[in-house]
């Protein structure tokens, strides 16, 4: 019984202590974070793949891109090569120089009807979601173009470029 007392005893003395503090204090703290515009980009490759110096009809190729841009942030992907045409035409080169291969034009679209041409002054147009977006890129050579070309590996390297 003496021990349950004691045990009363300090309970009550603890709480009339806090009870006898001398007071207290509150403060507002202002909680901040600024969510900034970016975005990412990512692209595979355009490969028109194998044909004849005889093939007569357009031939067309695709090249997925990932675009990942903060929420509501617009964007524009444009693209340039060292040698693009300011009409928008790119140029495939042969690999190897020595053959005396001439290049082969081709043109980059947004759209699979190739009514918006990708090129120095813009093409693809979005705004983020802050979830990845898919885009295409369709490429196309003219037909006929391949009349003139020597056998052999082609290449470009183009740069795409997102602005937001």
């Not at 974070?33 to 490759?45: I, P």
Request: glycine letters at 8%.
């Amino acid at each position: 019984m003496k021990r349950v007392n004691i045990i009363i005893f300090c309970f009550l003395s603890t709480l009339y202590s806090a009870a006898q503090a001398d007071g207290s204090a509150t403060a507002t703290m202002h909680v901040t974070l600024e969510v900034l515009k970016s975005c990412t980009l990512q692209a595979n490759d355009l490969n028109f793949a194998s044909h004849g110096s005889d093939e007569s009809s357009e031939i067309n190729a695709t090249a997925q891109l990932s675009v990942l841009c903060t929420n509501g942030t617009p964007y524009t992907l444009s693209a340039a090569s060292s040698d693009s045409g300011t009409d928008g035409t790119f140029w495939l080169k042969p690999e190897d120089s020595t053959t005396g291969a001439q290049t082969i034009a081709y043109k980059l679209y947004a759209d699979e009807s190739q009514a918006t041409p990708v090129n120095a002054s813009g093409g693809i147009e979005g705004t983020g979601t802050g979830e990845a977006q898919s885009e295409t890129i369709y490429g196309v050579i003219k037909a006929g173009a391949l009349t003139k070309a020597k056998a052999g590996l082609y290449s470009d390297n183009v740069t795409l470029n997102l602005v937001y």
